[in-house]
């Protein structure tokens, strides 16, 4: 099973940036998918949830701001997440979630200067 997260980097409070993972080795329509993130000394925090029915949910501090999204047919979720703010700045990590069992991807830094 493979996870590979894309599309962090640095970028200005206000502005936009939009994750993308990939997954191979998992019959992925099945799957919920989630996107987690964790900041410097701070817990991992789930953003948001989509399930395999296409039903998304949201952390409150993000809700109105990021929108997740699956291509079935390309095996990818989507984070697109506009209005950044500083305190979006966290290593944002994709996982698989069924049945109890979860894939997690390798990460991918998102820096938001003010």
């Known amino acids: 099973v493979q996870l590979q997260a894309s599309g962090g980097g640095l970028v200005q409070a206000g502005g936009s940036l939009r994750l993308s993972c990939a997954a191979s080795?998992?019959?992925?329509?099945?799957?919920?998918m989630v996107w987690y993130r964790q900041a410097p000394g701070k817990e991992r925090e789930l953003v948001a949830v989509?399930?395999?029915?296409?039903?998304?949910v949201y952390v409150d501090s993000v809700r109105g701001r990021f929108t997740i999204s699956r291509d079935n047919a390309k095996n990818t979720v989507i984070l697109q997440m506009n209005s950044l703010k500083p305190e979006d700045t966290a290593v944002y990590y994709c996982?698989?979630?069924?049945?109890?069992?979860?894939?997690w991807g390798q990460g991918t830094q998102v820096t938001v200067s003010s």
């Open positions: 989509i399930t395999n029915g296409g039903n998304s």
């Open positions: 080795g998992i019959i992925f329509r099945l799957m919920r």
């Open positions: 996982a698989a979630e069924r049945d109890g069992r979860s894939y």
